[in-house]
T-cell receptor, first 115, second 111 residues
Framework: GAGVSQSPSNKVTEKGKDVELRCDPISGHTALYWYRQRLGQGLEFLIY????????KSGLPSDRFSAERTGESVSTLTIQRTQQEDSAVYLC?????????????FGEGSRLTVL | GQQLNQSPQSMFIQEGEDVSMNCTSSSIFNTWLWYKQEPGEGPVLLIALYKAGELTSNGRLTAQFGITRKDSFLNISASIPSDVGIYFC???????????FGKGTKLSVIP
């Protein structure tokens, strides 16, 4: 596709339920990032995938958060047993990293509201 | 993770005025990026800076990579209503693929 596509755009869930967020990166982009953006805040790094290398999960806030990516395609971010503090916009970005100068292209985000 | 110090947090300006915002860090960065985010959308890249001292323009926008590599500023000249949004700075350290983001500057333009 032309840009990074995320779904769903909005998700309202009850506390304790699991949610899955999906990201389709720009075709050919080898790197994929997930960020969390709380209301009025900057972007908080969650996880990074680069090709077939082991992902950098250092930003995941707890073991309730996990993410997968198959090759250089779609990624899913899963939040188990959601809590109210998980409410945020989850942004996915992709980049074509030949060297570490690649610019990130963001999707529109998935807005998660945990009641 | 570490966040950059971005200021001001918000600005209300009259249409036609110039705007300046900046980011500072205690760490050295090899790359500075400036993004704009509009409501309901993801951030969009405005300007990328890769060399200390570099000054780059994109239309009415001008950004500079500080000579110490610990700061950057963004100027917008002759602001217009469509400039409203949240502007984020982001920095990348040498050898790292992670971007560290500032908390954003929310810009409001009064017609």
């Amino acid at each position: 596709g032309a840009g990074v596509s995320q779904s769903p755009s909005n998700k309202v869930t009850e506390k304790g339920k699991d949610v899955e967020l999906r990201c389709d990166p720009i075709s050919g982009h080898t790197a994929l990032y997930w960020y969390r953006q709380r209301l009025g805040q900057g972007l908080e790094f969650l996880i990074y995938f680069q090709g077939n290398s082991a992902p950098d999960k250092s930003g995941l806030p707890s073991d309730r958060f996990s993410a997968e990516r198959t090759g250089e395609s779609v990624s899913t971010l899963t939040i188990q047993r959601t809590q109210q503090e998980d409410s945020a916009v989850y942004l996915c970005a992709s980049s074509f990293l030949r060297e570490i100068t690649g610019e990130l292209f963001f999707g529109e985000g998935s807005r998660l509201t945990v009641l | 993770g570490q966040q950059l110090n971005q200021s001001p947090q918000s600005m209300f300006i009259q249409e036609g005025e110039d705007v300046s915002m900046n980011c500072t860090s205690s760490s050295i960065f090899n790359t500075w990026l400036w993004y704009k985010q509009e409501p309901g959308e993801g951030p969009v890249l405005l300007i990328a800076l890769y060399k200390a001292g570099e000054l780059t323009s994109n239309g009415r926008l001008t950004a500079q990579f500080g000579i110490t590599r610990k700061d950057s500023f963004l100027n917008i000249s002759a602001s217009i209503p469509s400039d409203v949004g949240i502007y984020f700075c982001a920095g990348r350290r040498a050898g790292s693929y992670q971007l560290t983001f500032g908390k954003g500057t929310k810009l409001s333009v009064i017609p």
